[in-house]
């Protein structure tokens, strides 16, 4: 065989970070901090929504392609509830296999083969494929540590983000709150974002998986900005707000022009998927607020554990606004490369995290910098800070 049978846009993408990690973490026994899923299920009662549907044989033949009409009309129902964002169930809201493919299917849909793509690094693995796999170029901007004060976090270069815009820029892709920083974006920054949206004519999609577990701030979605709902595709899902991520129910809102586009897209990824679980999930978006304000609490109160327990096994954290993870610097342990620390890490310690330096068009700006899962039982953190601290000492 001539040429690799893998095509030259993938080649860079064979296999995740989160998958080798995972791997690890089995293979060795180790508790695994790396992947960021719950190691415990969402509400029970949406559990049992999805068993009635299977029982009841709903959703168990292909569900309409955009999405069961209970679960749009509760994704509209939610917007307007938690952002006053108005959405037409039947043309604007789109459902997805998940947060992933509905980024994927934006961009295949919205790019051509040359546009630039401006995505904020530490990017989200995935962003760089579906960008590559529309042909477009990635263009990134860098998110750094702001060292000052008790508790230092990233920060977006407003300078920075204009800088990258050229005549070739087609969209910015957003993720707020961001995976890995942990960072929400404030007001100020959301709104520099938009007035150059409106000012270069860009499209924006917006990645806001992590919308419900935010600790300090508010999230605020870029399409409540004026002039931005024309031109924002908002992105969710609920693995993440309900613990279940092996669920992959996503979901789209836009105006339909931009949900069509992206349907167009998705109907040759999945076509469907989902379909008892899209009734669960309509269930669960009309759970009382309460529940929402509970995982937060209590993933607040998991933040601050693990937080402080890397502190004190030496390493320099770095403190999340929001998601369920927490990045720190290896630096002051006297290590200097986050990938072969993290492959240690298993062997010394019997615990996994992930490296951000693989999130980086530039290693260098990452390289010491490493990521834990915090979304685990309290049990489970506090062993696995025992023996990152007896790691040390070893």
């Known amino acids: 065989m001539g040429r690799p049978p893998l095509s030259s846009r993938l080649t860079p993408f064979v296999t995740t970070i989160f998958a080798e990690m995972s791997a690890l973490a089995v293979r060795t026994g180790s508790i695994n901090l790396g992947q960021g899923f719950p190691d415990t299920d969402g509400p029970a009662e949406v559990a049992e929504a999805a068993v009635r549907a ?53 961009l295949l849909a919205l790019l051509e083969p040359g546009d630039e793509v401006i995505a904020l690094e530490p990017y989200y693995d995935s962003y760089a494929a579906g960008i590559a796999m529309a042909g477009a ?68 999609v917006t990645d806001e998986v992590y919308e419900h577990l935010v600790f300090d701030g508010a999230h605020i979605p870029l399409a409540t900005l004026p002039g931005m709902r024309e031109r924002t595709v908002s992105i969710s899902s609920a693995g993440k707000s309900y613990s279940f991520t092996g669920w992959k129910v996503g979901w789209v809102t836009a105006p339909a022009p931009l949900v069509a586009a992206v349907r167009t897209a998705k109907q040759y990824l999945t076509y469907v ?52 993870f927490i990045t720190a610097d290896i630096t002051p342990l006297g290590e200097k490369d986050g990938v072969a620390y993290c492959m240690s890490l298993p062997e010394r310690c019997g615990v996994v995290a992930v490296p951000t330096q693989v999130f980086y068009d530039d290693p260098d700006a990452g390289r010491s910098i490493v990521r834990f899962a915090f979304c685990k039982k309290d049990e489970v953190l506090a062993e696995a800070v025992r023996r990152l601290k007896e790691g040390r000492s070893a």
């Not at 292909?62 to 307007?80: D, F, M, N, S, T």
């Not at 990134?140 to 004060?149: A, F, K």
């Open 54 to 106: 299977i029982r009841e044989g709903r959703g168990n033949q292909y569900p309409p392609g955009p999405g069961i009409p209970e679960l749009r009309r509760a994704v509209a129902e939610h917007q307007r509830r938690w952002y006053g964002l108005e959405w037409d169930p039947d043309t604007e809201v789109l459902v997805t296999a998940g947060a992933t493919e509905a980024v994927a299917a934006a």
């Open 137 to 204: 170029r990635r263009v990134p901007v860098t998110l750094r540590p702001d060292t000052g004060g008790e508790a230092p976090a990233y920060r977006l270069d407003l300078d920075e983000l204009r800088a990258a815009v050229t005549p070739a820029t087609r969209l910015i892709l957003l993720n707020s709150p961001h995976n890995p920083t942990g960072t929400v974006l404030d007001r100020t920054e959301l709104e520099a974002v938009a007035a150059l949206a409106r000012e270069r004519d860009l499209l924006v």
């Open 273 to 324: 998927s989902a379909g008892p679980f899209q009734y669960a999930v309509a269930e669960a978006l009309a759970l009382p607020d309460a529940y929402l304000t509970g995982l937060r609490a209590d993933l607040l109160r998991k933040r601050d554990l693990l937080a402080a327990g890397l502190t004190e096994a030496g390493l320099r954290v770095f403190r999340p606004s929001g998601t369920y």
